[in-house]
């Protein structure tokens, strides 16, 4: 069981905004930072969301993030079909000397 | 353009060895930090190792500690990942990553290298 998690699937329609959350509780999802990784099928992960609501130049400002002192989310709003992929949220835990990933979530456009 | 190109997967039989490498171009290697991240068929990322820039940290996940030691030469650009006592649950993809220099934020990957561990 992964220290960050994630719900295992989302799913919204073209144009919508969808969120995917992912939540931390030992050690607390307040004391790190998160970055987000999206997957699109058969490719390698991209950097997405750094240091909890950073966007990578290049990442469309459709994608947006915020972390609470319990959960982190990410948000997609006007969605589009190319969105469809694996997202992973992920932080660098010191406590523990480890980089950990989130379950990932797929996230599907119907 | 940064480029980060693995190389070394095979099929292996259980308790043997193999060495991945990564060769990087397009940017200067030996500034940053740099990370081995698997993915085994089906299933989610699990960050493996880290070196630091200089190689002088070096972490790895309580997964692979004592089995695996990742390494860099920095002369020659490159990342490797040297893999003993392989066990059928280290069949994966293995990705090298460029660490961006803010924590645990990996901007650049490579295309993946597969390891098959299986009799």
């Known amino acids: 069981q992964s220290v960050l998690t994630q719900p295992p699937s989302a799913s919204g329609t073209p144009g919508q905004r969808v969120t995917i959350s992912c939540s931390g509780s030992?050690?607390?999802?307040?004391?790190?930072?998160v970055n987000w990784y999206q997957q699109l099928p058969g490719a390698a992960p991209k950097l997405l969301i750094y240091?909890?609501?950073q966007r990578p130049s290049g990442v469309p400002d459709r994608f947006s993030a915020s972390k609470s002192g319990t959960s982190a989310s990410l948000a997609i709003s006007g969605l589009q079909s190319e969105d469809e992929a694996d997202y992973y949220c992920?932080?660098?835990?010191?406590?523990?000397?480890?980089?950990?990933f989130g379950e990932g979530t797929k996230l599907t456009v119907l | 353009e940064v480029q980060l190109v693995e190389s070394g997967g095979a099929l292996v039989q259980p308790g043997g060895s193999l060495r991945l490498s990564c060769a990087a171009s397009?940017?200067?290697?030996?500034?940053?930090?740099m990370t081995w991240v698997r993915q085994a068929p089906g299933k989610g990322l699990e960050w493996v190792s880290y070196?630091?820039?200089?190689?002088?940290?070096?972490l790895h996940a309580d997964s692979v500690k004592g089995r695996f030691t990742v390494s860099r030469d920095n002369a020659k650009d490159s990342l490797y990942l040297q893999m003993n006592s392989l066990r059928d649950e280290d069949s994966a993809v293995y990705y090298c990553?460029?660490?961006?220099?803010?924590?645990?934020?990996?901007?650049?990957w490579g295309q993946g290298t597969l390891v098959t561990v299986s009799s």
């Open positions: 990553a460029r660490d961006s220099g803010v924590v645990g934020a990996d901007d650049s």
């Open positions: 397009g940017f200067t290697f030996s500034r940053f930090a």
């Open positions: 070196i630091s820039s200089s190689g002088d940290r070096i």
């Open positions: 030992s050690p607390k999802i307040g004391s790190y930072d």
């Open positions: 240091n909890n609501n």
């Open positions: 992920a932080a660098w835990i010191a406590s523990l000397n480890s980089r950990v």
